[in-house]
């Protein structure tokens, strides 16, 4: 303690009794930082990787996109926008950098993805490296958010969607693939790319499953002429059968039974399906399953799906069936049969 300092305490001492003094004592040993005010687990490793691909840099340039950047990737001052030969220190940068990812990327992304409170940190920083990088506007927007406030498994999306942001414009850069690659590395703990135990193909065997209770051979209704024709079929198929082993979970293990899946042209204009039905399979997660649960109310298994389905529903319970299916961008989509 300094000399001013002693002489405070030896004044405290001469005022208060010897209770109060202990009582003082035990509050100044106290630890200043209480649990609820430490800095969040998750903060150290968003910065850690936002400095590590963001780079910094101390006088204002343009980014690829061609934005007045300055920092850490900022494009505000607290005084408005940057501007071309705004300069600030590393503290200043720093600063910056922290004050938004605590108050805008962190807490933008728990709104988004409320999920996300729930997971380790290094789950978390990851997500929000990913906001900091592509903005809350586009996760809001993303198909990674959609899939995440579906269920999925978390890292399964992870893995699956944020390698797709790897663009400037139409450009592939280099840089966004491999800061991809370590937003997901950081999510999954370095665990490997999710995969089946045995890679289905469109010439696996009708009964190789898809999921634990459904077949590949299922969305083809067992038929020769209604098999898969290309790889990224089968990853659609697999997402709609992992619902589906949700739906069959949900009444009590009761059988799905698939009356239309995977629909070749021509056999979607033989049975008048639209030109545009999502049972073609004609493109990245577009397709569709029609199904009842077997000896199950179809109107209440209907009402689930459309409650916990995000994507297309056809509300088919009149003719004995419900419609589950994905199309572009996976928007929600309801409709009568």
């Not at 840099?57 to 343009?62: C, D, F, G, I, V």
């Not at 409170?117 to 789950?123: A, S």
């Amino acid at each position: 303690m300094l000399p001013h300092q002693l002489a405070a305490w030896d004044w405290l001492q001469e005022q208060l009794s010897a209770d109060a003094i202990s009582q003082f004592a035990d509050l100044y040993r106290a630890d200043p930082l209480p649990k609820q005010i430490l800095p969040p687990a998750w903060l150290a490793p968003s910065l850690k990787i936002i400095k590590k691909w963001e780079g910094c840099r101390l006088e204002a340039y343009h980014c690829p996109a061609g934005v007045p950047t300055i920092g850490y990737g900022s494009t505000r001052l607290i005084d408005g926008p940057v501007r071309m030969g705004d300069k600030i220190t590393q503290e200043m940068a720093d600063e910056m950098l922290q004050n938004e990812v605590e108050n805008l990327f962190a807490p933008g992304v728990f709104t988004l993805l409320p999920m996300a409170k729930k997971w380790r940190p290094e789950q978390q920083a990851a997500i929000v490296s990913f906001a900091y990088n592509v903005g809350l506007g586009a996760l809001e927007e993303s198909t990674l958010r959609k899939r995440l406030l579906a269920g999925e498994d978390a890292n399964k999306v992870v893995i699956e969607e944020l390698p797709r942001w790897n663009k400037a414009g139409s450009k592939v850069l280099e840089g966004l693939v491999n800061r991809r690659k370590d937003e997901v590395t950081l999510f999954t703990g370095g665990q490997p790319k999710q995969q089946s135990a045995v890679k289905l193909r469109p010439t696996s065997p009708f009964d190789a499953k898809l999921t634990p209770h459904i077949a590949i051979g299922e969305f083809a209704l067992y038929q020769e002429d209604r098999r898969f024709a290309a790889d990224y079929q089968i990853k659609t198929a697999t997402e709609l059968a992992e619902f589906l082993e949700k739906v069959r979970t949900q009444f009590g293990g009761k059988p799905i039974i698939i009356t239309s899946g995977y629909r070749p042209a021509a056999i979607n204009r033989m049975v008048g399906g639209a030109s545009s039905s999502e049972h073609l399979f004609n493109d990245q997660d577009v397709g569709a399953v029609d199904f009842y649960v077997q000896g199950e109310d179809i109107y209440k298994v209907q009402d689930w799906c459309d409650k916990h389905w995000p994507y297309s529903v056809g509300y088919g319970a009149p003719k004995g069936f419900v419609h589950l299916g994905m199309r572009r961008g996976r928007p929600k989509v309801r409709w009568d049969y």
